[in-house]
């Protein structure tokens, strides 16, 4: 068992931080503050070919895993750029489309995906079904070759910024259990039918969520994405990969903010010495140095369990996930107190980042739901739903 990274992961890790440095919180929040996206971070994290490092080489990408795009989200994280796009168009979209997407479907998207000049959304959640991706409801159904898709999706991500969305819908319902069998489909955001309405949120961050109305979308027979009715499965192929660099961006806020507070806590004086001093001070920041160091190793298994294509690659993605969340909340509130007052002035950048590590434990999937997948899966017990 090695844990160390490789010459090649820790020459990515210093170049994606020298590029987020080179930018910074300030810029991201500046982004935030006017409403604006993170274009240039964008396009030079995908310029120097690592937002579609876990892309096949085949189609522009740089042919390596979800353990060196965690690597990415983590440094951007620990910058103070938290890109939430990163889970989403390579993670979950560019994942799915190398596994289950036909040749021409490939050429056609992932070139893009790799080189960051396009972006793909995901939508799965709706109103009325949350959680439970059984109840979808939004329909695609045959009409000839074609399909056509009605229905609507909560919450969605960068659809803005997102030349299209990967839509998972109900094809067809099964008759013994009553579940939706469930297909993907890849949507143009500019489709006719396809409306977006924006949310307002309360999370400072840069890309925005939206309701997604599909009313009566007509897609053509080549973007339904792998096999019809299997949709469940091949979307658990991505969003192992979405839990995991969400566990990556949350552990580089963790680090962000750890990183802001040593260095707070060294030199603020109001007693004889420097705050850090005071174990009141320096117990929660050692502690929340210990749930982060943990959080890190368990996205590194989850990232390397996915790409070794081990069977408990899910188990080990929800776990991360919950650490990590778990580990950026509990830092993120240690560097605010350890701040006094400064804790909360725009300057020191870390109370807007609240909403942000706060939401990693609602989204990509609620705490709740990894409790209720560890109880039953991991520990055998009866399943409460
Ligand atoms: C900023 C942000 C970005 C997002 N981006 C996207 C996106 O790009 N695409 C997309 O498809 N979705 C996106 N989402 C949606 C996100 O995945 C959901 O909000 C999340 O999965 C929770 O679903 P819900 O909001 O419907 O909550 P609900 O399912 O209504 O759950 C409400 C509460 O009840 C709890 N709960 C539900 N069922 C159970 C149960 N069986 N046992 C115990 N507790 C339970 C939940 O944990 C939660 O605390 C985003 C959400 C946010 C906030």
């Known amino acids: 068992m090695d844990f160390a990274e490789t010459a090649e992961q820790a020459m990515l890790r210093e170049a994606v931080g020298k590029i987020a440095s080179s930018y910074g919180h300030d810029y991201f ?136 969305v990967l ?38 961050a840069p890309e925005k969520q939206f309701l997604l109305f599909f009313d009566d979308v007509t897609v053509p027979p080549e973007r339904l994405l792998g096999t019809e009715g299997d949709g469940l499965r091949q979307v658990f192929h991505g969003l192992n990969p979405e839990r995991i660099i969400a566990a990556a961006g949350a552990n580089g806020i963790a680090r962000y903010a750890l990183d802001k507070a040593v260095a707070y806590a060294g030199q603020r004086r109001v007693w004889n010495g420097p705050i850090g001093a005071h174990q009141g001070i320096a117990h929660p920041l050692a502690s929340a140095k210990i749930e982060l160091e943990l959080a890190r190793l368990a996205t590194q298994k989850a990232a390397w369990a996915h790409d070794a294509g081990q069977r408990d690659a899910g188990e080990a993605a929800n776990m991360a996930k919950y650490a990590a969340a778990e580990a950026s909340l509990h830092a993120l509130d240690a560097a605010i107190q350890t701040h006094g007052g400064n804790g909360f002035a725009t300057e020191y950048g870390l109370a807007d980042l609240w909403g942000m590590s706060r939401v990693l434990r609602t989204a990509p999937v609620s705490r709740e739901m990894i409790l209720n997948f560890v109880a039953e899966h991991s520990l055998g017990l009866p399943p409460s739903y």
């Not at 983590?74 to 040749?103: K, Y």
């Not at 955001?189 to 307002?200: H, N, S």
């Open 29 to 164: 929040s500046a982004k935030v503050k006017s409403g604006g996206h993170t274009t240039e971070l964008w396009r030079d994290v995908a310029g120097a070919g690592f937002i579609g490092v876990s892309i096949p080489e085949r189609y522009g990408g740089g042919g390596m895993g979800i353990s060196e795009l965690a690597i990415v989200a983590e440094e951007l994280g620990a910058h103070g750029c938290p890109l939430l796009l990163l889970m989403v168009s390579p993670a979950i979209c560019g994942t799915i489309l190398a596994r289950f997407g036909t040749p021409e479907q490939r050429e056609r998207w992932l070139p893009g995906l790799a080189s960051g000049e396009r972006k793909m959304a995901f939508a799965i959640t709706e109103p009325d079904a949350g959680s439970n991706a059984h109840r979808l409801a939004t329909m695609a159904t045959r009409d000839g070759d074609a399909w056509r898709i009605g229905g609507t999706k909560h919450f969605i991500s960068g659809v803005d910024e997102a030349d299209a």
């Open 167 to 204: 839509v998972v819908a109900r094809t067809g319902t099964d008759a013994a259990s009553g579940r939706g069998r469930l297909s993907l489909f890849i949507v143009d955001t500019d489709a006719p039918g396809c409306e977006r309405t924006l949310i307002p949120m309360e999370i400072a």
